[in-house]
């Protein structure tokens, strides 16, 4: 419990790692440092987006969690499913706009 705040923290300041390390072609470390500095200069924005996208993916999921044991027979509620199949894309979108404004 003791190292949640701060492995929270790490995971949003390196999210945008992978992209700038697929995009610019820079080293695992260099982006790596690159994203720290471009999250902590903009890191309460970042949060704020991370938590309302949680939140809305936690919320679509809701269903599965309430009816998990008959999901596992997913012919009797397949439409369970379909909250998360507009919730997880969209959260992929917003990442992908967040790092595009960061980076621009």
Known sequence: MLLVVPGIYLMIVYQITLPLVIEKGMKAWDAM????KIITANFLPVLIVNLVMVTIVWISAGPI???WPLVLISIVFPNVFIPLIWSIPFA???FGVTHR???A
């Open 92 to 94: 992929f979108i917003v």
């Open 65 to 67: 969690a309430i009816l």
């Open 101 to 103: 404004r960061l980076t």
């Open 33 to 36: 440092e690159h994203s720290r």
